[in-house]
């Protein structure tokens, strides 16, 4: 059964880094891309970027550009999302995706002083 | 990049109604798309990937159409559990964009 698995909820303060994991079973990782997608309380969907495990490279939404690092360790199939300068508007659920078809259970992230 | 609309923002209906949502491409995507329900709390739940395909284990009152830039989501008869928001995915290609969603309810 394919999985994805997030790390636990996390608070952080404003100006902070936080950092995000993502295991994944039941499907050879390195075939996939690995999305994030970020949804603010009571706000839609929207897509950060992806990582292609294979070879590591990354496409990131603009809105993110210079903010957002996503990454890929295939010696443990995890992927990683590492968001810097929190603000208070990046206080979040936060979901690695396997598009369209299987989704993490999300991560909570809350960015306050 | 490619925007993607739905509409209507919100739909409120009856038990047993046939309900339809849209969603447009900016540009055509070929069928790359897929809709999700999202229910207050809980992670997107994929219902139908490739534009018209049935994920495995949703009813079949699902349905989609639609290819190039313009694409429906059917419930052929609304339930008391459909109660959720809706949104589409283009998949074909980056930025992989959401559409704002649509929040249907019970009338």
């Known amino acids: 059964e394919v999985q994805l698995v997030q790390s636990g909820a996390e608070v952080k303060k404003p100006g902070a880094t936080v950092k995000i994991s993502c295991k994944v079973s039941?499907?050879?990782?390195?075939?996939?891309?690995m999305h994030w997608v970020q949804q603010a309380p009571g706000k839609g969907l929207e897509w950060m970027g992806l990582?292609?495990?294979?070879?590591?490279?990354?496409i990131y939404a603009e809105k993110f550009q210079g903010r957002v690092t996503i990454t890929a360790d295939t010696s443990t199939d995890t992927a990683y999302m590492e968001l810097s300068s929190l603000r208070s508007e990046d206080t979040a659920v936060y979901y690695c995706?396997?598009?369209?078809?299987?989704w993490g259970q999300g991560t909570l992230v809350t960015v306050s002083s | 990049d490619i925007q993607m609309t739905q509409s209507p923002s919100s739909l409120s209906a009856s038990v047993g109604d046939r309900v339809t949502i849209t969603c447009r491409a900016s540009?055509?995507?070929?069928?790359?798309l897929a809709w999700y329900q999202q229910k207050p709390g809980k992670v997107p739940k994929l219902l139908i990937y490739?534009?018209?395909t049935l994920q495995s284990g949703v009813p079949s009152r699902f349905s989609g159409s639609g290819s190039g830039t313009d694409f429906t989501l059917t419930i052929s008869s609304l339930q008391p559990e459909d109660v959720a928001t809706y949104y589409c995915?283009?998949?074909?290609?980056?930025?992989?964009?959401f559409g704002p969603g649509t929040k249907v309810d019970i009338k």
């Open positions: 995915q283009k998949y074909n290609s980056a930025p992989f964009t």
């Open positions: 490739a534009a018209s």
């Open positions: 990582v292609d495990p294979e070879d590591g490279e990354t």
């Open positions: 039941g499907y050879t990782f390195t075939d996939y891309y």
């Open positions: 540009q055509g995507i070929s069928n790359y």
């Open positions: 995706a396997k598009v369209p078809h299987r």
